[in-house]
């Protein structure tokens, strides 16, 4: 048994993780980061287009202009607390990243700002890569943190798994966790940050990276931490189909690119009349979904048509049209085929402003968590939230250290049944298309009806494998289940469509359900508990 003793336990090595790392040993704390895979060079960040939106301008009004949009597109239910922290830490945060060696792309001395969609004015700006390829442009972030995280002195345990928190004296005290060799370790701990991204690939249609299995929401979970908001799943508008299969940035549609369906119409103006540069990535997917059903898609998907953008704006997406170039399309002329997939869990582990969750002892910042987006998250705010809460995180963390009552603890009681690795990877190709025929972008209580019926049967064909030598395949299966079951039940729970959820059954929105559902894990039954709080104002 490998026991490792430390301050503060950070899980999650992506950028929400590492923000929270560095801070925690700023504070004068031991700091042990915990990565499923490797550190800065996995999870969900690498993939990201790279756009981070805040209030950077000396404008007055810039905080309160960004806090409002952000609570506007969460469709009322946005915490606004979270979202004022959101807004006021965000140029703090990126002068954080530059002093960690992170560089943003520059007109002479003034940060570049572009428009996402969503956002009233341009507030969005963009790292440099320096030769990073586009499909991996995260990097340009993560890389330089990460030689931050080590230089500081933070442990890292890489291709770990944190598989349970242990809980006692009433807080967080320590983790179960497995390598690649299948021991189970313990980790000792005073406080614990969750920091690990959300569950897209609980989906079978995803944009996130593979190790990105809904295991923070489970741990907190089962934990007893409180969750919110599992019923909203953002799926992405522009995800590239033909001739790349890569997240295209939303910012090209504030620069003039629009959608096309194989009629060569621009459909999005039937449903938002501000077109591309207006309407967010729920209308969007709502929209593009419409097309594809209705016969008028190309590919399963839609033409972006990149023609209207201007020749200045076009040199802001050069990797983009090289890489376009080198797969024979031509952005000038030629449209590139794009559909949805799952890309953002907004739901999550509630936290307050400290980034504490209801839970002494554990912290979150990230996808992990939830209320800074409500039903729907613009474009470039989750790395803003991951930096500005993984910074909170970190330091409340380690303030909040508490010396452990605990050396060591037992191990969870594990199933003996044989070990069947092929059943598990069949449970799981289930599990993401029946939530993606029963509980994507549209929805109904039949659908979700049908979905929880079909869970419970995967559930039945789980209970006959066993870990094995090697159970982190098993870990992540059952966090899948457990994760599938929350986001159903949430969904099924919410008679109206607001933001990302939408149910055919209740197309419109009700006022008396502005507000968010939130959810306890139960101590003698499945089904989770479910109460519903209603949204400030």
């Known amino acids: 048994m490998n026991v490792l003793e430390t301050d503060v336990l950070v899980v999650g090595g992506g950028l929400a993780g590492l923000c929270a ?19 800065g060079r996995s999870g969900n960040t690498i993939l990201a287009a790279c756009n981070i939106s805040g209030a950077f301008s000396d404008d007055d009004d810039a905080v309160e202009d960004f806090s409002r949009d952000t609570l506007e597109g969460g469709r009322g239910i946005a915490d606004p607390a979270l979202v004022r922290v959101l807004a006021e830490e965000s140029a703090a945060a990126v002068s954080f990243l530059e002093d960690c060696g992170v560089r943003f792309l520059r007109d002479a001395e003034r940060l570049q700002y572009r428009l996402v969609p969503g956002h009233g004015r341009p507030r969005t700006i963009c790292t440099e890569r320096h030769g990073i390829p586009v499909q991996t442009a995260g990097l340009s972030l993560t890389l330089p943190l990460l030689s931050a995280v080590r230089e500081a002195g933070v442990q890292i345990v890489e291709n770990h798994m944190a598989v349970r928190l242990v809980r006692k004296d009433g807080r967080i005290q320590g983790c179960v966790g497995t390598g690649e060799d299948g021991r189970l370790s313990h980790i000792v701990c005073g406080a614990a940050v969750l920091a690990c991204g959300g569950g897209g690939r609980l989906y079978s249609r995803s944009n996130n990276t593979r190790e990105i299995t809904g295991d923070g929401f489970a741990l907190a979970y089962d934990a007893g931490a409180r969750l919110r908001d599992m019923e909203f799943i953002q799926f992405h508008p522009a995800m590239g189909i033909a001739p790349v299969k890569s997240i295209l940035p939303t ?20 449903c938002v009349s501000g077109g591309e540069r207006e309407a967010t990535r729920d209308e969007m997917s709502r929209a593009i979904f419409a097309e594809v059903e209705n016969g008028r898609g190309v590919k399963g998907g839609v033409l972006l048509d990149l023609t209207p953008i201007p020749l200045e704006a076009r040199n802001r997406y050069g990797d983009l049209w090289d890489l376009l170039g080198r797969r024979g399309c031509d952005p000038g002329q030629d449209p590139v085929v794009v559909g949805l997939a799952v890309h953002f869990f907004m739901g999550g ?18 996808e992990v968590t939830a209320g800074v987006h409500g039903a729907n998250r613009l474009g470039g705010n989750a790395l803003m939230e991951a930096v500005v809460f993984g910074r909170i995180a970190g330091r409340s963390a380690a303030e909040g250290f508490r010396g452990p009552t605990i050396e060591t603890f037992p191990d969870p009681e594990l199933p003996t049944m044989e070990e069947r690795p092929e059943e598990l990877l069949e449970i799981r190709r289930d599990l993401g298309s029946l939530l993606w025929r029963e509980a994507g972008v549209i929805r109904s209580r039949d659908s979700l009806e049908r979905g929880l019926a079909a869970l419970g049967a995967a559930a039945e064909r789980f209970k006959n494998c066993g870990p094995g030598k090697k159970p982190a395949l098993w870990f992540e299966t059952r966090n899948m289940l457990t994760v599938s079951r929350l986001v159903l039940e949430s969904a099924l729970h919410r008679p109206e469509s607001r933001g990302a959820h939408f149910r055919s ?7 008396q359900w502005r507000g968010s559902l939130e959810l306890e894990k139960p101590i003698d039954h499945l089904d989770p508990v479910i109460s519903f709080v209603r949204a400030e104002g």
Request: charged content about 30%; proline content about 3%.
């Open 505 to 511: 059954d209740y197309p419109f929105g009700d006022e």
């Open 251 to 270: 910012t090209l549609f504030g620069d003039g690119a629009v959608l096309r369906n194989n009629r060569g119409e621009r459909f999005l103006l039937k």
């Open 349 to 366: 582990m509630l936290i307050d402003r400290d980034g504490a969750s209801t839970v002494p002892g554990l912290y979150g910042a990230g």
């Open 21 to 39: 790392a560095l801070e925690a040993r700023r504070s004068g704390r031991r700091v042990l980061l915990l990565s499923k895979r490797r550190a």
